[in-house]
């Protein structure tokens, strides 16, 4: 849970919403055991473990890349698929969903046409004809391989090999001290690592 993180930075408003929120769930989550547990248990509490495995599955896809010289990189660490077998809302564009977050999800496509140039200059982490699932499996399964034969160079320089060692780079950051990679960015996303690691 967020709550230590808020707790820590102060943020009353988000921990009572959060506490509210919590309360609610396990509220009726002792109203259902009570009820009938194995009710409970399977159409209450499994679902919501589920859930919770997916996002954290899908989440941690969308930003395991890190290009090491430059942490804060969002066409980097955030992965973007082109002609994507699962794309809902095109989702696959996961880029423009930081950079341009008020931009339509229908719009994402022409979003990524217009910034091709900044994709290409910094060798966006790319993937084509593929889905978040498959991805998920190759990089749990070591399989660089695969990656690389539907990692995307824009710039079109780079061999298969040059690809895996790139992605297996990306992958394999390391933190520096108190696992802090040394350079805040403008998102925040190493603030949240130095708020646990201090």
């Known amino acids: 849970s967020p709550l230590a993180l808020f707790i820590k930075r102060q943020e009353w408003a988000l921990i009572q919403k959060l506490s509210l929120g919590m309360g609610a769930y396990y509220g009726v989550t002792l109203l259902l055991l009570w009820w009938n547990p194995v009710f409970a248990l399977v159409y209450w509490v499994f679902p919501h473990m589920e859930g919770c495995v997916l996002l954290c599955a899908i989440s941690y896809l969308w930003h395991a890349f890190v290009e090491e010289s430059d942490p804060g990189n969002q066409y980097v660490n955030s992965v973007t698929i082109l002609d994507g077998h699962d794309n809902v809302w095109n989702e696959d564009y996961h880029v423009v969903h930081h950079h341009a977050p008020n931009t339509h999800w229908s719009d994402a496509p022409a979003h990524f046409e217009q910034h091709r140039e900044q994709y290409a200059s910094v060798t966006a982490t790319i993937f084509r004809d593929c889905e978040e699932g498959k991805l998920l499996q190759w990089m749990f399964e070591g399989n660089w391989d695969m990656m690389a034969e539907h990692f995307v160079d824009l710039n079109d320089k780079l061999t298969l090999e040059e690809k895996r060692a790139l992605i297996v780079r990306r992958l394999s950051v390391k933190i520096g001290e108190k696992g802090r990679t ?17």
């Open 182 to 198: 040394g350079k805040r960015t403008e998102w925040g996303a190493t603030s949240t690592i130095r708020d646990f690691t201090e």
